[in-house]
């Protein structure tokens, strides 16, 4: 295939990948906008394969471990739950990040091999892209590892830090920058691997010190650290795929990044910094649990909700783990039937992902237009009869008006507490995400609901 073509093809496959990017921004084309998503894939994996243009023995060693990830990523996609998404998409990054690693060292150890020139003599360009390329790699693999692991649960979710933390991120930082100028007048091998060996270590600084609240900024920022990655790599090779395709992740990203960061009205430089969220909220926490809380059951919930004119649902994780979206479905269904009026209330971190509540309510069938984002829905608060909190936590809690000291102070929250009635949905008086108490748990509009939320869901539809 000539290089006209090829370039041709790839420029489609960028194309497909925006036209996928555009789709992907509303829940309504968003089946569409994977479906042009695949199709640009699939163009360029199709055009990479028969570029190399004979059945050598390279050829089969890509279609072999092609088959292989392809099958390993198919069985995964199939099986894994959506409460598992966020930290699946956190290892997803880290292996994209690993990939532009190894391309990096590939084209370094054998720069003839992609016309880069000889080792110890190459093209400055080339060992500039593929530097910053394998460094930002590097940063992905082992800050994703940390993400994976605190939304997995293998590692606290409380942010770690110590004395100085930030001065050795900058000093390290300056170091590769400075390993990065000194490799492209001196092409030894050994500063090529520090490079790599000092970037893996800055992963694991920057994202240790983020606390879990701030884990969907994370995941969305390791997304454009991975396009980032890709596009760097991809000027070493001089493949237009991987710059175009690396670009729009890294740009997209970036963007999501500060909409989460605007969202919870943060710098995105404190998120990123880390150690935004180290209080010790313990000994609140309890003080906070000694309070006497109303608890009620299923048939206390129907009562309110049946007599109620208008029902705000609030989703979170809770519902997530649960599997309670079919439930509440159908209690929405029969509240309806009764004439009372429902709508969904979304915060923009609610879940561990950007825009996981929202995959889980389509996933139910929820209607687009009974879904509202924080901004467009918190002030129908005031004027609610009932609010159902479904597994959120962090998200309600209003001591992030209230309380300077606390970790989420700021954070723009759902107003469930201006309600005339809140239900909320929670197995125990334990703490979110963020580690903190939940004030809200305990005011005289609340009534604690303890139970599995897809039960208690399912046992108000009985009741109603």
Known sequence: MSANLLAVFYLISGVLFILALRGLSSPETSRQGNFFGI?????????????????????????????????????????????????????FHSLVGLAAVFVAISAFLNPEVFNLGVPGNIKISSLIEMSLGAAIGAITFTGSIIAFLKLRGLMSGS?????????????????????????????????????????????????????????????????????????????????????????????????????????????????ILGGWGATDEGSKTSSKEQKPVKNGNADDAAFLMKNASSVIIVPGYGMAVAQAQHALREMVDSLKKNGVKVSYAIHPVAGRMPGHMNVLLAEANVPYDEVFEL????????????????????????????DPQSPIYGMPILDVEKSKSVLFVKRSLSPGYAGIDNDLFYRENTLMLFADAKKMTEDITKSL
């Open 375 to 402: 901004e467009d829905i918190n002030n129908d608060f005031a004027n609610c009869d009932v609010a159902y909190v479904i597994g959120a936590n962090d998200v309600t809690n209003p001591v992030a008006k209230t």
């Open 39 to 91: 199709i640009g894939m699939a163009i360029a994996i199709g055009v990479t394969i028969i570029s190399i243009g004979n059945f050598s023995t390279g050829f089969i060693f890509l279609l072999f471990f092609l088959i292989i990830g392809g099958s390993i990523g198919a069985f995964i996609a199939f099986k894994i739950p959506m409460t598992a998404m966020p930290e699946l998409v956190a290892g």
């Open 159 to 271: 942010p770690i830090t110590f004395t100085g933390q930030h001065f050795l991120n900058l000093a390290l930082g300056i170091i590769i920058v400075g390993l990065i100028i000194y490799l492209c007048s001196i092409q030894h091998e050994y500063l090529f691997w520090s490079l790599i060996a000092l970037s893996l270590l800055v992963g694991v600084l920057l994202i240790i010190p983020i606390g879990g609240a701030d884990m969907p900024v994370v995941i969305s920022m390791l997304n454009s650290y991975s396009g980032w990655a890709a596009a760097g790599i991809g000027f070493t090779l001089e493949n237009s795929a991987l710059i175009i395709t690396g670009a729009l992740v890294g740009s997209s990203g970036a963007i999501l990044s500060y909409i989460m960061c605007k969202g919870m009205n943060r710098s995105f430089f404190n998120v």
